[in-house]
């Protein structure tokens, strides 16, 4: 990628366009992979919102597809439609103005646990780091992904939450910056697979990291492990280089 890291400088200069890209890219490597399902929306602080469109998947995406709508979902900036679950998102940003970055997607264990209503334990300490407060079970979404009432609806029963399972759904998860997002999103998808196999094994039903581990977790803000992101971030930018050359 023409880029060699060093302790000062962990990453090239990104801009948001650019590191939106290599979060849906990193995400979709993680298991956030569901065809054209899922959306990315980033607050611009200006009533709008930059967001992933529909029509493309999150392994092709590059900034200069990306979109700007406002938040009654109409496209003010960009050449593709709008996802047609934005509603989700549309109904967050107007209630939550604390939350700077949304990703919805249906990441299989994520989505499995969702599905069975039920939130899985914090097995490891790797599963539990991002923060982002408890992970909650919303049963409320009950329309369909285009339904703003729906919408609305699993966003109020959300309250201050930053992390859940939405119930035959699929996983919702905010912060305040792309980073938060990206650290989050890794650490529930490991926790969500890694219970789910501890179960099937007829493994212990209690973890074992000690409760201060956790409460500890639940607290960050998700910005605090500086590497994770700029590491993942690299992976993507040697995949393709060519990130680099669109702003």
């Known amino acids: 990628m023409g880029f060699t890291p060093t302790p000062d400088q962990l990453l090239p200069e990104l801009s948001l366009r650019q590191e939106f890209v290599v979060l849906a890219r990193a995400l979709w490597r993680e298991g956030y992979a569901d065809h054209l399902a899922g959306h990315i929306t980033v607050n611009l602080g ?37 996802p047609l679950g934005i509603p989700l998102h549309l109904e967050l940003h107007k209630l939550r ?27 490891d300490q790797s599963s539990g780091l991002g923060g982002g407060g408890d992970l909650i079970v919303i049963d409320e979404y009950g329309g369909g992904v285009d339904n703003a009432s729906a919408a609305r609806d699993a966003v109020v029963a959300m309250g201050d939450a930053n992390l859940a399972l939405l119930a035959g759904h699929g996983v919702f998860v905010l912060g305040s910056t792309i980073r938060a997002v990206h650290q989050r ?11 789910w196999h501890i179960r099937a094994a007829g493994g212990r039903a209690e973890s074992a990291v000690p409760e201060w581990w956790l409460e500890r977790g639940r607290q960050s803000d998700g910005n605090g492990f500086i ?13 393709d280089p060519s990130i680099l050359d669109e702003r």
């Open 46 to 82: 200006d009533g709008t919102l930059l967001c992933n469109p529909w029509f493309i998947t999150w392994d092709e995406l590059r900034p200069s597809q990306l979109i700007r709508i406002d938040l009654d979902g109409n496209v003010v900036e960009g050449d593709w439609p709008a």
């Open 97 to 123: 103005e604390d939350v700077g970055v949304a990703m919805h997607s249906h990441p299989l264990y994520g989505t499995v646990w969702a599905d069975m209503g039920e939130a899985p334990p914090v097995y």
């Open 227 to 239: 590497g994770f992101w700029e590491a993942m971030a690299r992976v993507e930018l040697r995949a």
């Open 185 to 195: 999103a890794v650490a529930l998808e490991q926790r969500c697979q890694r219970a």
